[in-house]
């Protein structure tokens, strides 16, 4: 059996699937990067840990320092660590999903040296009733919050 010898273009789109499912970064400048997270669900707050290829962030930043910076108050996002890793860095903040639309937040970060970071954090978040998405890996639930639309005030509980 030859016949998949033509399928070469097969086997690069399987294991895109399969990296499909984790969290991409892209970097857009010398210190700034898209990380897009994929399928959320509205009404749900996740804890995502990104891993950042030190090809991508300057190993010689001292990472420890970073904060998130309170200008523009961020919504959606909220910064928790960046941490050396064993192949560069490891960035973990929280995502809230508040509206069911694709939805992009930037994140700046600035070390004691003001030096600074930015993520724009991307998610296309899924509304009711839309299933659940398959999480990307590094993505992990932590609260759904009771949604407060009309259609839900006949809700007895379980």
């Not at 929280?94 to 070390?111: G, I, N, P, Q, R």
């Not at 009733?129 to 259609?151: A, Q």
Request: negative net charge.
């Amino acid at each position: 059996h030859h016949h998949h010898e033509d399928h070469h273009v097969h086997f690069s789109t399987e294991s895109d699937e399969m990296k499909e499912n984790s969290i991409v970064v892209r970097k857009r400048g010398e210190t700034s990067f898209e990380v897009q997270l994929g399928f959320l669900q509205v009404n749900h707050t996740y804890e995502v840990c990104v891993d950042l290829s030190s090809s991508d962030l300057d190993p010689s930043l001292d990472l420890e320092s970073y904060g998130q910076k309170e200008v523009p108050v961020p919504v959606h996002v909220k910064f928790l660590d960046l941490r050396k890793g064993e192949s560069g860095a490891s960035l973990t903040f929280v995502f809230k999903a508040l509206h069911d639309k694709v939805t992009k937040e930037k994140m700046f970060l600035a070390s004691k040296e003001e030096d600074e970071l930015q993520f724009e954090i991307v998610a296309r978040v899924l509304g009711k009733g839309k299933g659940t998405p398959l999480l990307r890996s590094g993505i992990h639930c932590i609260s759904v919050e009771p949604s407060d639309e009309t259609e839900d005030t006949d809700w007895k509980g379980f």
